[in-house]
């Protein structure tokens, strides 16, 4: 444990942000699954609608730094591709 006020404060800042990342990740990816599990259900539409709610959290996840645009847009695409195959 720090003795400096200042680290001390940064240590407890550092678990909070840790445990929200964490759960964060953990939501996206249960929505990419909710995606695919829907996806080899052939249920177009529970798929679509999973893919929405999986891409809002994908860009949310943009927004508050936790993951790069990059990473968002290359699994949007394969959701996208994934869900347009079901017919």
Known sequence: MPNIK??????????????????????????????LTAVEAKDKEA???????ASKLLDASITNGV????????QKSRLAKAVNSVD
């Open 6 to 35: 200042s680290q001390v404060k940064r240590s407890l800042t550092n678990i909070k942000r840790n445990a929200a990342v964490k759960s964060q990740k953990s939501a996206i990816k249960t929505g990419i699954k909710r995606v």
């Open 47 to 53: 798929a679509v609608k999973a893919y929405n709610e």
């Open 67 to 74: 993951h790069n645009k990059n990473y968002v847009a290359r």
